[in-house]
């Protein structure tokens, strides 16, 4: 079910309130913390605009981690199905002998994929996002890894947007999100993690204590 202008203003709102209640610490994002923040945010608002001939944008940081640039040289075949007054599209990858392939739906706003990759990592990349020029919401989830007998190794990403609400210029003014992104790679270990309050003006970002 879509969520109407008023459910989605009462959700965040609520949430701000919870945040608040909670009593959680929270300082204003520093110019690292924000260079965070926005590029997760960028990540589900890639799909808003994503072509079938577009690179599959991962979460930041992971690519470098993982070793994986999918670009226009996979392409993805491109069905239609009309639904109701509007389109659904299904965009299929099976790309470099089946080490890329899965699907990625839309309709409307409404964006999900399962994506699947094989490099010197196993790798799976999920979402279920609703991704607007005034609104983000969802999950994304990315799993990198590899069975190497004595220890396991990967990547895991997983990112939460909650009602994230833009204003015309396409600042974050509402809402919230989260992301937790760990690495156990030979010779690297990662934990980074974001959890960040927007607005209620333009340019405010409120991370929480670590």
Known sequence: MRMTSLTKTVSVLALTLSLAACGEERHQATAAEQETVLGVIATGLHLRDHRSTDRVALPPGTETLIGLVIDSVCKASLS??????????????????????????????????DLFAKTSLDIRYTGDVTARRDFLDGKMTLIATKDLWITDVGVSDHIDFLGVQFDPSGCAIGGAMTMKLHANLPGKKVDVAADAVFGPTCGEIWVKEQ
């Open 80 to 113: 239609s199905v009309a639904v109701g007054d509007h389109t659904q599209e299904t965009l299929t990858f099976d790309c470099k002998d089946g080490d890329f392939k899965g699907r990625y739906v839309r309709e409307l706003d409404h964006h999900v994929l």
